[in-house]
């Protein structure tokens, strides 16, 4: 949740992928209530996170297949990496990511 591109509150959400250790899904009812408070005036989701078991702080083709472009960051944590990235895509497909930097502030 944030402003333009600063994270201003981060939101846990559980996994509920049917193989955790291998994809991810966004607990809907947290995702959905979440656009529902953006609309009614709260902070608008600018991105979302996850981790990869594999060590690999960097999109995967499932990344790839799930992802949007619709602007918002996707940040992936693997080991003690942590990294950002913002799918591009061409007729609604991701086909890559750009890496972006991350600034930790305070």
């Not at 005036?41 to 297949?65: F, Q």
């Not at 949007?68 to 890559?96: C, K």
């Amino acid at each position: 949740m944030g402003q333009g591109d600063r994270v201003l509150e981060v939101v846990s959400c559980t996994n509920v992928a049917d193989d955790p250790a291998l994809n991810f899904e966004l607990d809907p009812g947290v995702l959905l209530s979440r656009h529902k408070a953006a609309r009614h005036g709260g902070m608008p989701i600018i991105g979302y996170y996850h981790s990869h078991p594999n060590g690999r702080a960097e999109p995967s083709a499932t990344d790839a297949a799930q992802a949007a472009d619709d602007g918002r960051y996707w940040v992936i944590i693997a080991g003690n990496s942590v990294s950002g990235w913002r799918p591009e895509g061409q007729a609604e497909q991701v086909i890559g990511f750009e890496s972006i930097p991350i600034l930790v502030e305070g």
